[in-house]
């Protein structure tokens, strides 16, 4: 190339994902992960907490995972941190009888307040799979197959499943004509 050629910025290919420092990770997806966790595990300590050992995961193997594919990383490391807070609850609560006087999570009631609360309760009542997956497809936006990778299975198992969701939430929320449809 010579000197006097102008240099042009090519565009990044469509659905590129722009290579991140650890840094520039934490600061632009810390708080939606978190979310994506709160919405996962209904708390938001919980969900912090699997967010910092996703972080510290990478972190830790670093030289292990390609740059491109670090918040790919950092979302299954959510996803599976969450579910194991979820085992870990489900356990502790066959042997000990819940707290009285718990208190809902701040988003809870922002939430409630505009109107999702019953949606909210009707996604709660899921089995955790399935709410995973309305979590990851519907909420972060995902597409089926970085749905799929997030939670290591097929984009099929995750389209069967979020049909099933759904249409479990429809009947939970009793949407729909009285002939089922």
Avoid: C, W
Wanted: aromatic fraction near 4%; proline fraction near 5%; avoid cysteine.
């Amino acid at each position: 190339m010579a000197a006097d050629e102008p240099v042009v910025d090519l565009p990044s290919p469509v659905g590129a994902v722009p290579l991140l420092s650890i840094e520039d990770l934490h600061h632009d997806h810390f708080t939606p992960l978190v979310r994506m966790a709160a919405l996962m595990t209904n708390d938001r300590q919980v969900a912090e907490d699997a967010v910092q050992d996703a972080f510290a995961g990478l972190i830790a193997h670093l030289d292990e995972v390609a740059p491109d594919r670090r918040l790919a990383y950092l979302r299954r490391s959510v996803t599976n941190g969450a579910t194991s807070a979820l085992r870990r609850r489900r356990t502790r609560r066959l042997f000990r009888a819940p707290a009285a006087g718990s208190h809902p999570a701040a988003e809870d009631e922002v939430l409630a307040a505009e109107g999702f609360g019953e949606v909210l309760g009707a996604i709660r009542e899921l089995p955790v799979r399935q709410r995973q997956i309305l979590v990851l497809r519907y909420y972060v936006g995902l597409s089926l197959a970085d749905t799929a990778e997030s939670l290591g299975t097929t984009s099929a198992a995750v389209a069967t499943a979020a049909r099933r969701a759904l249409l479990a939430v429809q009947k939970i929320l009793q949407i729909g004509d009285s002939d089922g449809t």
